[in-house]
């Protein structure tokens, strides 16, 4: 399976942008982009996918590069509730569809 | 849908004893994953199942750990006997392949003493 890096942590202030980077740099022509984050206690939930263009929904935006090697996952405004672990997977479309995890990244927002 | 149900929440348990861990997927959806997580290793998956058929069990940690599908609305997750260092936050997961997006439970704190 094609792999992603991200950072272990950032820090961001609150109510300002947040930029999550992931660079997946073996992604192949199939394979979705797709972001989860886990809150503390609770389990891992859906926040955003993508292919190729660009993403928008009520929790995130989802910026892929055009070479698709890497993405940001965009959170507009920060609030305290978004102080998670951000994971970036990949799913090939016409695999089957496994969520592998790796660490994510540590999102801290400061008040 | 009341979404991915796991029972239960908390369980301590001494070293040797049985646990059963228990899951009850989203309705229609045909794949349920069973993952961990501890500090030191993360999330792991430990084995998943489409349509009620086991799949891949190679993230299973050891013979102790066993887990049954017997219907698309229920799976158990068996550890026999329990040490301590299965302790962790166990996982269920379920999804629709053509959806992509798994949903997950809240989970359940196993502490083995």
């Known amino acids: 399976d094609a792999k992603t890096t991200q950072p272990n942590s950032m820090e961001s202030n609150e109510e300002e942008p947040v930029h999550l980077p992931c660079n997946h740099s073996t992604i192949s022509g199939t394979d979705y982009i797709h972001w989860y984050r886990q809150l503390p206690s609770q389990g891992p939930e859906y926040v955003i996918h993508?292919?190729?263009s660009n993403v928008n929904n009520r929790m995130a935006s989802l910026a892929i590069a055009e070479d698709r090697k890497s993405s940001t996952l965009i959170l507009h405004r920060a609030t305290l509730r978004d102080a998670a672990v951000y994971y970036c997977i990949l799913r090939d479309v016409f695999g089957s569809y496994i969520p592998t995890f790796g660490r994510g990244t540590s999102l801290i927002v400061h008040p | 849908d009341a979404g991915v149900i796991q029972s239960p929440r908390h369980e301590v348990t001494e070293m040797g004893q049985e646990v059963t861990l228990r899951c009850k997927p989203i309705?229609?959806?045909?794949?349920l994953f069973w993952y961990r997580q501890t500090m030191m290793r993360g999330l792991e998956l430990l084995i998943y199942?489409?349509?009620?058929?086991?799949?891949?069990d190679s993230g299973m940690p050891e013979d102790r750990f066993s887990a049954k599908m017997p219907n698309a609305s229920f799976s158990t997750l068996k550890i026999q006997p329990s040490e301590p260092r299965d302790s962790a936050v166990y996982f269920c997961a379920s999804s629709l392949r053509d959806r992509g997006s798994a949903f997950f439970g809240q989970g359940t704190r196993l502490t083995v003493v």
């Open positions: 199942f489409n349509n009620n058929v086991p799949i891949d």
């Open positions: 993508g292919l190729t």
């Open positions: 309705s229609g959806h045909d794949y």
